[in-house]
């Protein structure tokens, strides 16, 4: 089984959730052939979602190369 995050801002509809998740399943699906995923749709309001990108950043900036590292830091 695989597990899948995604993480935004709130506002997108129930109907276009639906749709997105069923879009990503049939994708992981037709890749991998693993059968069961489980998607979660993680919505955070505008005040916190600069503290969770500052962290999913710091979170790739510690798996990069030097060069990724030298580059990043001008982000």
Known sequence: ????????LPG???EAKKK?????????EEAYHLGDTL???R????PRWPERAAA??????????????AEFKGI
Do not use: D, H, N
């Open 20 to 28: 997105m998740v069923e879009k990503i399943t049939a994708a992981i």
């Open 56 to 69: 999913v950043r710091q979170r790739r900036f510690s798996r990069c190369s030097r060069r990724c590292k």
């Open 1 to 8: 089984m695989l597990v899948v995050f995604i993480e935004g």
């Open 39 to 41: 998607i979660f749709v």
């Open 12 to 14: 997108l509809q129930t």
């Open 43 to 46: 919505e955070y309001l505008a």
